[in-house]
């Protein structure tokens, strides 16, 4: 019940394209759901979260997508670019796994140019 | 303005040794998370500090692995008695006090090699 499941497990774009990422969870406690991007080398990036009391959250080029009644959020990369290529995944946390942060399996994104 | 702070980046240690991994949260956090991230997956939780407490430690293993994060200093996660299978990038987060739930900042990790 606590699992977060992500799909796809990698995307190939062209630039300009827009990926879109998945993700699932069971937890009905959960009301927290941030995505990380990490690129090889380094620590996951904070890039955008939300809660459960919108449907819809834009910062720049990332939305999130949020649907409560199918327990499920995504990720659009709007005119996506090549320094994009990365690591992306998703999160959940709340309930009683405060401060506990329930990480997707991740997805590994190349935007040719 | 730091950010979380990770030292060493990379350890190799020789199986049976021990591995000790330090964590500086970012000026004014005192909430501080560790996780694992083994090749090809995602990061799992493994231990929740706030100063001189353990929070939730319900991802650590029982045996061989503690956490500390005393009133003056870094963070620590050691590993007695290290095994192949500890191999995998340590990751420290921290979370400044009353922020929202979840908004946690994470540091380079460090890299543990088991020889």
């Known amino acids: 019940q606590q699992q977060v499941k992500q799909s796809p497990q990698s995307l190939i774009v062209q630039k300009g394209g827009i990926p879109i990422i998945n993700c699932a969870y069971e937890?009905?406690?959960?009301?927290?759901f941030p995505w990380y991007q990490q690129f090889p080398g380094k620590g996951p990036a904070l890039l955008i979260a939300?809660?459960?009391?919108?449907s819809e959250k834009k910062e720049g080029r990332f939305t999130i997508s949020f649907n409560k009644s199918a327990k499920q959020f995504s990720l659009h990369i709007m005119d996506s670019q090549p320094g994009d290529s990365a690591t992306y995944f998703c999160?959940?946390?709340?309930?009683?796994?405060?401060?506990?942060?329930?990480f997707g399996q991740g997805t590994i994104l190349t935007v040719h140019p | 303005n730091a950010g979380v702070m990770q030292n060493p980046r990379h350890l190799v240690r020789r199986r049976g040794q021990e591995a000790r991994l330090r964590c500086s949260p970012m000026k004014g956090h005192s909430h501080v998370y560790w996780y694992r991230q083994l090749p090809e997956e995602g990061l799992k939780f493994m231990v929740y500090?706030?100063?001189?407490?353990?929070?939730?430690e319900s991802g650590m293993p029982k045996e061989r692995f503690s956490a500390e994060f005393p009133k003056e200093g870094p963070s620590i996660l050691r590993i007695q008695q290290v095994v192949r299978g500890d191999s995998a990038a340590y990751f420290c987060?921290?979370?400044?006090?009353?922020?929202?739930?979840?908004?946690?900042?994470f540091g380079p990790g460090t890299r543990l090699t088991v020889l």
């Open positions: 999160a959940a946390a709340g309930g009683t796994s405060y401060g506990k942060l329930t």
């Open positions: 937890n009905t406690a959960f009301d927290y």
């Open positions: 987060a921290s979370s400044p006090l009353g922020t929202s739930r979840g908004e946690q900042f």
């Open positions: 939300i809660r459960p009391d919108v």
């Open positions: 500090l706030q100063k001189e407490n353990i929070i939730d």
